[in-house]
């Protein structure tokens, strides 16, 4: 079946820092791809998503490419704030699981000023 | 944009009480709404599939007869855990997708349930 393997946590990076959150995946064809953000006792927020091999998602400083050729979908920002300590889910959407999504288990990021 | 409303975000209850949440599509009409749960510092986990005038379709080792599942409108999905224990106690979000966006997952602010 399908499953999603993220980088466990927890980040912890300086303000301005460089952040990289590795996401690998298992799934028959091409599916859908995402990362949520999670603000503590919050539900889910799209952070961005790609739908197709090379299609990079980008939104507020974050981006993602889609990479068939190595099931990857890695979350970068090249320089991060306090405000973006959260934690970030990957996850798929198989195109033959209809309208389910499959999570990672989700990284802890923690920014210190 | 469109919101997800998902109500109560916390709520204690005794140990062999039942609670329900509800989970509210504001903008749009929800034909199909998702409940998860999630333990501290760990994933989503799905648990069903909530259908508007049908049965909810249950994930493997999901007790459809603990947690109950009623979609009786197009903007209303309701989860309510049956004969609560200790070991129910956990985060429940819901999830609905607005008619014609692909992908578009939209997700409640989710229920802390703290069973007593």
Redesign the interface.
């Known amino acids: 079946g399908d499953s999603v393997t993220q980088m466990e946590g927890p980040v912890t990076l300086s303000e301005e820092a460089c952040l990289t959150i590795n996401c690998t995946y298992t799934a028959t064809g091409y599916p ?1 791809l ?1 990362w ?1 953000v999670q603000y503590p ?6 952070l961005l ?1 790609a ?1 197709k091999a090379d299609d990079k998602g980008s939104n507020k400083g974050f981006e993602a490419t889609y990479r068939k050729e190595t099931t990857s979908f890695h979350l970068e920002k090249g320089s991060v704030q306090v405000s973006d300590s959260a934690v970030y ?1 990957c996850a798929l ?1 198989g195109k033959a699981a209809g ?3 499959t ?4 990284t ?1 990021v923690l920014v210190k000023p | 944009g469109a919101v ?1 409303s ?1 109500h109560p ?1 916390w709520v204690i209850c005794k140990s062999g009480t039942s609670v329900k949440i509800e989970c509210r599509s504001l903008d749009f009409q929800a034909t ?1 709404m ?1 409940w998860y749960r999630q333990f501290p ?4 986990m ?1 648990m069903a ?1 909530s259908n508007e005038g049908s049965k909810a379709t249950y994930e493997q080792g999901v007790e459809k007869d603990k947690f109950l599942i009623n979609h009786a409108s197009l903007t209303l999905s309701t989860l309510t855990v049956t004969s609560a224990h200790p070991e129910d106690s956990s985060f429940y ?1 819901c ?1 609905a ?1 607005p008619g014609g966006l ?2 578009g ?1 939209t ?4 229920t ?1 349930l703290t069973v007593v």
């Open positions: 859908s995402f949520y006792g919050e539900g889910l927020q799209l998503k739908t889910f959407r309208n389910k999504l999570f990672g288990g989700g802890r | 997800v998902q975000s199909t998702f510092k760990q994933s989503l799905l599939t979000i999830s997708i692909v992908d997952y997700f409640g602010s989710g802390r």
